[in-house]
């Protein structure tokens, strides 16, 4: 799986397109948010600590959510999901 991380002092920016393959991730502190096409897998344990760094992880961690939150939203009238309802 390829990889994706935030270099120290490098400017914060979304490193993966939510939903655009199944192979990108990144990580915001311990905490990693894998790609794929069907969903957004996020595992670990970050610590938003008290200081500029658990700041900069904070807002890291706000956009990539609001990017995944804005392809859902896109998506929202268009892909009908199928619930475990729709299928008895």
């Known amino acids: 799986m390829t990889k994706?991380?935030?270099a120290a002092g490098s400017a914060d920016?979304?490193?993966i397109i939510p939903f655009a393959d199944e192979a990108a991730s990144t990580?915001?502190?311990d905490l990693t948010v894998e790609n794929r096409l069907d969903r957004a897998s996020l595992y670990g344990s970050p610590d938003l600590t008290r200081e500029r760094q658990g700041l900069e992880d904070a807002r890291?961690?706000?956009r990539l959510l609001e990017a995944?939150?804005?392809v859902l939203e896109g998506e929202e009238n268009t892909?009908?999901?199928r619930t475990q309802a729709d299928q008895t």
């Open 60 to 62: 890291r961690l706000q």
């Open 68 to 70: 995944i939150v804005k």
């Open 79 to 81: 892909s009908p999901r």
């Open 13 to 15: 920016l979304v490193t």
């Open 4 to 6: 994706s991380t935030k």
């Open 27 to 29: 990580s915001v502190g």
